[in-house]
């Protein structure tokens, strides 16, 4: 009897979970579809004169109370709000990588438990929510304020532009943008004989290193614990020899992980790594303990995004002395000089949930956070590129440094692996850029990667 | 006499090197993170060993400013001690069913918890996140509290059952010859009986809902609820470069954790000498 | 039949009574949520609420079991029980004696053994990988210190190596757990043995071979089950130190699992990664029920 009634319980949960399933499945995408359309045809563009009642959004971010940024983050929050009294704004704010990656896949998985807004960096993952009709177009939107559309620069174009993944329209918000630089102490060139201005291609770099390494003075102290470094790298060294069409050519594959070309950049890295130019300890520090080894003169290079101008350098004598400078990331092929590795940095999506009032809100939201005054107020607090046109004073020497680099950059491409259709390359290559820490060849390396596509296929 | 009173010194002896010699262990790396809390970012690159070169007392403000330390460690304590209640409460009848009555279903339930055991959270996020959703439950305590007692339930029994396995059954027949049943018997004489593990389970208990990630992580999203993990991750963020402040952090979040846990040894030590005079 | 039939339908039904809260809570957080893994596993998906769920039969479970990165996660799934058998066990197990024996200041130290436990997975992972840190922390510099500075190596990114940091970070963390399990065995030794074996002249190491450790039995099976289903799933310590790298060389099957699904967004083969732990852990701790503690349950 007993086992019966179990029987019955565990075959009932089954249907219902089998059903759920069939709904996720089958009849979700469809009912989506005729509801968006129905919206549509409603669907009252206009933000701005809208009324709001009672109205939440969730807000899914990487923003860090801690963080220089963290504060200007929530005077946003707090003066939209207190504008728009009807709509309240609730965050999530998850600051570590892996644990914001892990909370937006769980949350990102069922309809009713999704955010109204997440924050992305563009590439396959983004598009992945693109093609499954879960982020709002905002063309629309551009066409009700066409002077919204206008306030935006170019650097953000590769967070919204989904294209190449089949979808038309633009997506998401671009906010902050980088560029991938060289960063170098005044003190230990001008001790050790180099003049940074002769830095301009990578062999002057590999001289200048070969020079450092020779008074026995550690060139660069690389965290490659967080593998996004020799990630950067790879990508950085590829914009600069081959230029910026590079990043299609490998996406669409019709240049091979294990060609030539690529061989030769990962050869690059490797015999930087060899004569032990990049770090000491590689797979022991992380991103962070590389900032402090520089910051603090133990080595006289960095290879940073911008974002490093922007952080919190109080107390340190190297920046209160000026000793901190940036230069362009040096190219391989002169042609490809002003190519470099950078763009739009993150971009806010609103996700479609099906509700008017709280896309409507989050359209809002976002058209708040990059109007002028708005973005102005945050870059003077936290001085770093950013994808709207504002003219902001202030910032510190670094800032201002980086920023007469990027006006004469010519074109830009991010991560080159997120130029592939498939998500997970961007996890793939940087393992296997990893394993250069380990002694691997550049063969081994490519092989490594083509390997792993082949399992994920 | 003397020869035996000499070896019996000695032994006690080695005993006692043994003991202190573990605890150093135990201590060691604390001691050096207590020590690190109190220095610069430059000091702790040198190297762990020394004392702090210049003591640095404002990683701590720096920590309860940034993380709303005090507030979210009152949450973890409230949800962990709740967790821990409701665990033994539902536990304990279970598992002396479970081990003393000899009903054939009991087999299937038993093997029922125990396949508890041994499920991986992270397969179950995506079922239990939809179910929050469904049932409207996200940022309720109440709801999160019952995911901890499930994940915790299967160990609780596992080692209820056991205990109270090894135990003489004499002790319960002769309070059944005297007119006892069952929910008595539970209260007055397994309860007491049973205090040294269900003290072990308690702190055990205590220690996850307290330090629990995943599921807050996941079913928590209002800034004000917290748990002090989240608000530890929220602080050593990646961009967050200076290593004084994540220790200080580290040695706030001890802690009321061994503060409680000074208190509840007594209670386990008071436990295990019940257990040991009822022998 | 000692018992009248509705005498016994009462007692039957409060038995089902003690048991029904537990059981309700397991089925809907633990028992549903692994049939719908379950049904996962069978389907291809990439983690998103719109997209298409495919039904692929068991392709994914094809593709893990042909995957080197399951086996070598397997592998350190092996080296987490070895160092729990072999480390752990004794460790705790002499923990334990020592706590409960007539040396003073068993208060303090069963005080300070139980301690690591409390801290939390992510403190002390943070704290141990500073320890282990191949530039300033405390080996390298101990090393450094004593000449012997050529045996540095980086620890936690050295395969092999780096997962037997992890484990035996795992046994100083847990060894108190553990010690308390079996403290909580010996105290339930019944006065009257120890008495019996003192009069027989047993005593020091023979007593805890030949009286304690064979009273213990079901302390020690207690650990056994919790350790080989704890090295399976073992997670949090791992992530905290190496996040399973470099290159998923110390990554164990739970990690494996978590990178699969929300980073390769692989859903299903996570989830056939989930059900295989289920049932290998199961049909390990039944095996160790019956098998090896099989006379124990007589």
Redesign the interface.
Same mark, same amino acid.
């Given at each position: 009897m007993?086992?019966r009634i179990?029987a019955v319980?565990l075959s009932a949960? /089954?249907v219902v979970?089998?059903l759920? &399933?069939c709904g996720?499945?089958?009849s $979700?995408?469809a009912k989506?579809d005729s509801g968006s359309k129905d919206a549509q045809a409603e669907t009252d563009y206009d933000v701005e004169n809208r009324e709001y009642k009672d109205v939440k959004i #969730?807000i899914h971010t990487?923003w860090? #109370? &801690?963080?220089v940024s &963290?504060p200007l983050y929530q005077n946003i929050v707090e003066g939209f709000m207190e504008k728009y009294p009807g709509i309240k704004v609730?965050?999530?704010?998850?600051?570590?990588?892996?644990?914001w !990656?892990?909370?937006e896949?769980?949350? /990102?998985? $069922?309809? $009713?438990? /999704?955010p109204n807004i997440i924050v992305e960096y563009g590439g396959s993952?983004t598009a992945?929510?693109v093609n499954?009709?879960?982020i709002v177009n905002m063309d629309p939107y551009y066409e009700q304020y066409p002077e919204w559309k206008e306030s935006f620069n170019s650097m953000g174009d590769s967070l919204t532009d989904y294209s190449s993944y089949g979808a038309e329209g633009t997506y998401g918000v671009p906010f902050t943008a980088y560029q991938v630089m060289l960063f170098y102490n005044e003190d230990i060139l001008s001790q050790n004989g180099i003049d940074p201005a002769s830095i301009v291609s990578w062999d002057d770099l590999m001289a200048a290193c070969e020079k450092l390494k020779a008074n026995g003075v550690q060139p660069f102290e690389m965290g490659e614990? $967080?593998?996004y470094r020799f990630g950067h790298l790879h990508s950085a060294l590829n914009y600069k020899t081959f230029g910026c069409d590079m990043a299609e050519k490998l996406g669409s594959r019709e240049v091979s992980y294990d060609g030539e070309e690529q061989t030769e950049i990962y050869q690059m890295i490797i015999d930087a790594y060899e004569k032990g130019y990049l770090g000491?300890? !590689?797979?022991?520090?992380d991103?962070?303990?590389e900032?402090?080894?520089f910051?603090?003169g133990?080595s006289a290079f960095l290879f940073m995004g911008t974002?490093f101008c922007a952080?919190d350098h109080t107390g340190l004598e190297l920046f209160e002395n000026e000793k901190i400078h940036a230069l362009r990331m040096p190219y391989v092929n002169e042609e490809y000089k002003l190519n470099d590795m950078g763009g739009g940095n993150e971009a806010y999506y609103a996700v479609d949930t099906g509700d008017a009032d709280e896309v409507a809100a989050s359209v809002l939201f976002l058209k708040y956070m990059t109007s002028e005054s708005v973005v102005k107020e945050f870059v003077e607090g936290y001085p770093t590129p950013v994808c709207v046109n504002v003219t902001a004073e202030g910032g510190n020497y670094l800032s201002q440094e980086a920023a007469e680099i990027i006006a004469e950059t010519e074109d830009v491409r991010g991560d080159i692996e997120n130029y592939d259709s498939a998500?997970?390359m961007i996890?793939t290559v940087r *393992?296997?850029l *990893?394993?250069i820490? /380990?002694d691997a060849d550049a063969k081994s390396v490519g092989k490594t990667i083509v390997d792993t596509i082949k399992?994920?296929e | 006499m003397n020869k035996k009173v000499g070896s019996d010194k000695l032994k006690k002896g080695i005993l006692y090197i043994v003991a202190v010699l573990l605890a150093a262990i135990t201590f060691l790396p604390l001691i050096i993170t207590l020590l690190s809390s109190f220095k610069t970012n430059e000091d702790i690159l040198l190297g762990m060993f020394s004392l702090p070169k210049k003591w640095v007392f404002n990683n701590y403000p720096s920590a309860v400013e940034t993380a709303n330390a005090i507030r979210s460690i009152g949450n973890s304590l409230f949800v962990a001690v709740a967790t821990l209640i409701a665990t033994v409460i539902i536990a304990l009848p279970a598992a002396y069913v479970l081990a003393r009555k000899p009903y054939k279903y009991l087999k299937g339930v038993y093997f029922l918890f125990m396949a508890g055991v041994m499920v991986p959270v992270h397969s179950t996020l995506v079922s239990i996140s939809k179910i929050s959703s469904s049932f409207g439950a996200r940022n309720s305590y109440f709801f999160l509290i019952l995911i901890y007692v499930a994940f915790n339930l299967s160990q609780a029994i596992f080692l209820f059952t056991g205990y109270i396995g090894s135990l003489d059954r004499g002790l319960d027949e002769a309070a059944k010859i005297d007119g006892c049943g069952d929910g008595r018997m539970l209260i007055s004489i397994m309860a007491p009986i049973c205090k040294p593990i269900i003290a072990t389970e308690a702190i055990l208990v205590f220690i996850y809902g307290y330090s629990e990630l995943i599921f807050s992580l996941i079913l928590i999203s209002d800034s004000s609820k917290y748990t002090v993990s989240r608000a530890m991750l929220n602080f050593t963020s990646n961009y967050t470069t200076s290593y004084g402040p994540q220790f200080a952090f580290v040695i706030m979040s001890m802690i009321p954790m061994l503060i409680i846990y000074l208190l509840l040894h007594e209670k386990v030590e008071s436990g295990i000498l019940a257990g040991a005079i009822k022998g | 039949m000692f018992f009248s039939s509705s005498k016994y339908r009462k007692t039957f039904l409060k038995s089902m009574l003690f048991v029904l809260p537990g059981v309700a809570i397991t089925v809907i957080f633990v028992i549903y949520p692994v049939i719908n893994t379950f049904w996962l596993s069978l389907n291809d998906w990439n983690g998103v609420a719109t997209s298409p769920v495919s039904w692929v039969g068991l392709n994914n479970y094809i593709k893990v079991f042909t995957s080197e990165k399951f086996w070598n996660s397997m592998l350190n799934a092996v080296y987490f029980m070895i160092g729990g058998f072999v480390v752990l066990m004794p460790v705790a197990f002499g923990m334990a004696l020592l706590v409960t024996s007539k040396i003073r200041f068993t208060k303090f130290f069963k005080a300070s053994y139980l301690m690591p436990v409390m801290l939390g997975t992510t403190a002390v992972g943070l704290m141990w990988t500073f320890m282990l840190n191949s530039d300033f922390g405390i080996f390298a510099q101990f090393l450094r210190a004593v000449g012997l500075g050529d045996a540095v190596i980086n620890w936690l990114a050295t395969p092999t190596v780096n997962i037997w940091c992890v484990v035996l970070v795992n046994e100083w963390m847990y060894a108190g757990y553990n010690m308390l399990i079996f403290a909580a065995g010996i105290v339930a030794i019944p006065g009257d043995v120890h008495d019996a074996a003192l009069l027989d002249g047993c005593t020091g190491l023979k007593k805890v071979i030949y009286v304690i450790i064979p009273l213990c039995k079901n302390m020690f099976m207690v650990f056994s089950v919790l350790c080989v289903t704890g090295c399976l799933k073992a997670f949090d310590i791992v992530w905290a130190m190496t996040n399973g790298g470099p290159i998923d060389s110390s990554a164990t099957p739970a990690v494996l699992l978590y990178t699969q699904g929300f980073q390769y967004k692989l859903m299903g083969r996570s989830s056939a990664i989930g059900i295989i732990l289920l049932v290998l852990g199961l049909v390990l701790s039944v095996l160790l029920n019956n098998v090896i503690f099989k006379q124990d349950r007589e």
């Amino acid at each position: 009897m007993k086992k019966r009634i179990a029987a019955v319980l565990l075959s009932a949960a /089954m249907v219902v979970t089998t059903l759920a &399933g069939c709904g996720n499945s089958s009849s $979700d995408p469809a009912k989506k579809d005729s509801g968006s359309k129905d919206a549509q045809a409603e669907t009252d563009y206009d933000v701005e004169n809208r009324e709001y009642k009672d109205v939440k959004i #969730t807000i899914h971010t990487r923003w860090d #109370t &801690g963080d220089v940024s &963290g504060p200007l983050y929530q005077n946003i929050v707090e003066g939209f709000m207190e504008k728009y009294p009807g709509i309240k704004v609730e965050q999530i704010n998850i600051p570590t990588e892996s644990e914001w !990656l892990n909370s937006e896949s769980v949350l /990102m998985s $069922d309809k $009713d438990s /999704m955010p109204n807004i997440i924050v992305e960096y563009g590439g396959s993952r983004t598009a992945e929510y693109v093609n499954s009709n879960l982020i709002v177009n905002m063309d629309p939107y551009y066409e009700q304020y066409p002077e919204w559309k206008e306030s935006f620069n170019s650097m953000g174009d590769s967070l919204t532009d989904y294209s190449s993944y089949g979808a038309e329209g633009t997506y998401g918000v671009p906010f902050t943008a980088y560029q991938v630089m060289l960063f170098y102490n005044e003190d230990i060139l001008s001790q050790n004989g180099i003049d940074p201005a002769s830095i301009v291609s990578w062999d002057d770099l590999m001289a200048a290193c070969e020079k450092l390494k020779a008074n026995g003075v550690q060139p660069f102290e690389m965290g490659e614990k $967080d593998d996004y470094r020799f990630g950067h790298l790879h990508s950085a060294l590829n914009y600069k020899t081959f230029g910026c069409d590079m990043a299609e050519k490998l996406g669409s594959r019709e240049v091979s992980y294990d060609g030539e070309e690529q061989t030769e950049i990962y050869q690059m890295i490797i015999d930087a790594y060899e004569k032990g130019y990049l770090g000491t300890n !590689l797979l022991g520090n992380d991103d962070g303990q590389e900032r402090a080894l520089f910051n603090t003169g133990k080595s006289a290079f960095l290879f940073m995004g911008t974002w490093f101008c922007a952080e919190d350098h109080t107390g340190l004598e190297l920046f209160e002395n000026e000793k901190i400078h940036a230069l362009r990331m040096p190219y391989v092929n002169e042609e490809y000089k002003l190519n470099d590795m950078g763009g739009g940095n993150e971009a806010y999506y609103a996700v479609d949930t099906g509700d008017a009032d709280e896309v409507a809100a989050s359209v809002l939201f976002l058209k708040y956070m990059t109007s002028e005054s708005v973005v102005k107020e945050f870059v003077e607090g936290y001085p770093t590129p950013v994808c709207v046109n504002v003219t902001a004073e202030g910032g510190n020497y670094l800032s201002q440094e980086a920023a007469e680099i990027i006006a004469e950059t010519e074109d830009v491409r991010g991560d080159i692996e997120n130029y592939d259709s498939a998500t997970h390359m961007i996890n793939t290559v940087r *393992q296997a850029l *990893q394993s250069i820490a /380990m002694d691997a060849d550049a063969k081994s390396v490519g092989k490594t990667i083509v390997d792993t596509i082949k399992q994920y296929e | 006499m003397n020869k035996k009173v000499g070896s019996d010194k000695l032994k006690k002896g080695i005993l006692y090197i043994v003991a202190v010699l573990l605890a150093a262990i135990t201590f060691l790396p604390l001691i050096i993170t207590l020590l690190s809390s109190f220095k610069t970012n430059e000091d702790i690159l040198l190297g762990m060993f020394s004392l702090p070169k210049k003591w640095v007392f404002n990683n701590y403000p720096s920590a309860v400013e940034t993380a709303n330390a005090i507030r979210s460690i009152g949450n973890s304590l409230f949800v962990a001690v709740a967790t821990l209640i409701a665990t033994v409460i539902i536990a304990l009848p279970a598992a002396y069913v479970l081990a003393r009555k000899p009903y054939k279903y009991l087999k299937g339930v038993y093997f029922l918890f125990m396949a508890g055991v041994m499920v991986p959270v992270h397969s179950t996020l995506v079922s239990i996140s939809k179910i929050s959703s469904s049932f409207g439950a996200r940022n309720s305590y109440f709801f999160l509290i019952l995911i901890y007692v499930a994940f915790n339930l299967s160990q609780a029994i596992f080692l209820f059952t056991g205990y109270i396995g090894s135990l003489d059954r004499g002790l319960d027949e002769a309070a059944k010859i005297d007119g006892c049943g069952d929910g008595r018997m539970l209260i007055s004489i397994m309860a007491p009986i049973c205090k040294p593990i269900i003290a072990t389970e308690a702190i055990l208990v205590f220690i996850y809902g307290y330090s629990e990630l995943i599921f807050s992580l996941i079913l928590i999203s209002d800034s004000s609820k917290y748990t002090v993990s989240r608000a530890m991750l929220n602080f050593t963020s990646n961009y967050t470069t200076s290593y004084g402040p994540q220790f200080a952090f580290v040695i706030m979040s001890m802690i009321p954790m061994l503060i409680i846990y000074l208190l509840l040894h007594e209670k386990v030590e008071s436990g295990i000498l019940a257990g040991a005079i009822k022998g | 039949m000692f018992f009248s039939s509705s005498k016994y339908r009462k007692t039957f039904l409060k038995s089902m009574l003690f048991v029904l809260p537990g059981v309700a809570i397991t089925v809907i957080f633990v028992i549903y949520p692994v049939i719908n893994t379950f049904w996962l596993s069978l389907n291809d998906w990439n983690g998103v609420a719109t997209s298409p769920v495919s039904w692929v039969g068991l392709n994914n479970y094809i593709k893990v079991f042909t995957s080197e990165k399951f086996w070598n996660s397997m592998l350190n799934a092996v080296y987490f029980m070895i160092g729990g058998f072999v480390v752990l066990m004794p460790v705790a197990f002499g923990m334990a004696l020592l706590v409960t024996s007539k040396i003073r200041f068993t208060k303090f130290f069963k005080a300070s053994y139980l301690m690591p436990v409390m801290l939390g997975t992510t403190a002390v992972g943070l704290m141990w990988t500073f320890m282990l840190n191949s530039d300033f922390g405390i080996f390298a510099q101990f090393l450094r210190a004593v000449g012997l500075g050529d045996a540095v190596i980086n620890w936690l990114a050295t395969p092999t190596v780096n997962i037997w940091c992890v484990v035996l970070v795992n046994e100083w963390m847990y060894a108190g757990y553990n010690m308390l399990i079996f403290a909580a065995g010996i105290v339930a030794i019944p006065g009257d043995v120890h008495d019996a074996a003192l009069l027989d002249g047993c005593t020091g190491l023979k007593k805890v071979i030949y009286v304690i450790i064979p009273l213990c039995k079901n302390m020690f099976m207690v650990f056994s089950v919790l350790c080989v289903t704890g090295c399976l799933k073992a997670f949090d310590i791992v992530w905290a130190m190496t996040n399973g790298g470099p290159i998923d060389s110390s990554a164990t099957p739970a990690v494996l699992l978590y990178t699969q699904g929300f980073q390769y967004k692989l859903m299903g083969r996570s989830s056939a990664i989930g059900i295989i732990l289920l049932v290998l852990g199961l049909v390990l701790s039944v095996l160790l029920n019956n098998v090896i503690f099989k006379q124990d349950r007589e």
